[in-house]
């Protein structure tokens, strides 16, 4: 089944939500990156509420999100926009830790309890906005669920999860998560009713494993009855690097350090942070660049 993002309006405008099944996204960067499984559940929950985020702004607006912690994790950093494009990585991907109290991945403890969640939009503006909260939990839904309420000032819950099989290698299973916004004027009757609801659903990633779609998370949240599904988005891993890109960058370093990448390493690698792609340059090529340079 293919990954999409749904958004609707709730309980006559009274909520905004969205839900998403992002399985092939979170199974792809886990290939890319080689993550193990307390990093691919916590870039998997990242990656799943950045598409959200993204999904929140229109045309050519993009985000990132960096969460900081004190975890072996070290740095998530995941790009969005508002096409349903994604891409993110985490610096030490090699984490695995014992299972939690309750049997589940230590997300909370790869993370950290100590930290900052940072959201970085670039809506087109000569300056970008920039928002941050200090770590409340480090399981991630409650960290965006906090800068929601408290940098964007909206009343907000958010549910991440990922799935991963125990028997199979660890390979991804099912994710996906779901964000409800309280809008001004939502009734304490609405809210209750939802709150609710949330305390009562399943894990996302295993309802996604057992066949129902996003639509049907929340069907299951906000009542069938209740909810007015206003557009469907294909969603993605998709990175924009290119050979041409890293060479503009690296014509930046100057001739110097390009000729002792010639010297030195008789050719150079560039390895991109956010899916792994590889580009390598010939000493032809690296000419090529500092001819570039001089000019």
């Known amino acids: 089944m293919t990954d999409y993002l749904v958004k609707a309006l709730c309980y006559n405008g009274e909520i905004r939500a969205m839900a998403v099944r992002s399985t092939q996204v979170v199974a792809e960067a886990q290939q890319r990156h080689d993550t193990w499984r307390a990093a691919t559940a ?12 993204g999904a929140m702004h229109k045309n050519n607006e993009k985000l990132t999100i960096k969460v900081q912690g004190n975890g072996p994790l070290g740095a998530i950093v995941v790009d969005a926009d508002a096409k349903g494009n994604v891409k993110g990585y985490v610096q030490n991907a090699q984490v695995n830790l014992p299972a939690n109290a309750v049997g589940k991945i230590d997300v ?17 503006l000569k300056e970008p906005f920039t928002g941050q909260v200090p770590l409340v939990s480090g399981e991630l839904a409650e960290d965006f669920t906090y800068y929601l309420a408290n940098s964007e000032q909206v009343p907000s ?41 949330i305390a009562d659903i399943p894990m996302v990633s295993k309802l996604l494993d057992s066949g129902e779609t996003p639509e049907n998370i929340l069907y299951r949240l906000l009542g069938e009855e209740n909810v007015e599904i206003l557009e469907t988005m294909p969603v993605q891993f998709f990175c924009n690097c290119s050979k041409d890109k890293f060479a503009s960058a690296m014509i ?26 590889k580009y390598f340059y010939t000493i032809d090529e690296l000419t090529e660049l500092i001819d570039q340079a001089k000019n």
């Open 42 to 53: 916590a870039l998997g929950r990242t990656l799943s509420a950045s598409l959200m985020l």
């Open 108 to 124: 909370r403890g790869a993370v950290g309890t100590e930290g900052s969640l940072t959201v970085i939009k670039d809506l087109g």
């Open 157 to 197: 819950a958010v549910g991440l999860s990922v799935l991963v099989d125990n028997e199979n290698d660890d390979k991804v299973k099912a994710a996906g998560g779901f964000m409800i916004q309280v809008m001004p004027g939502a009734s304490e009757e609405t809210i209750s009713e939802i709150e609710r609801r």
């Open 252 to 277: 930046t370093l100057g001739e110097s350090e390009l000729q002792s990448m010639i010297d030195e390493d008789e050719g150079a690698e560039a390895v991109c942070h956010f899916c792994g792609e």
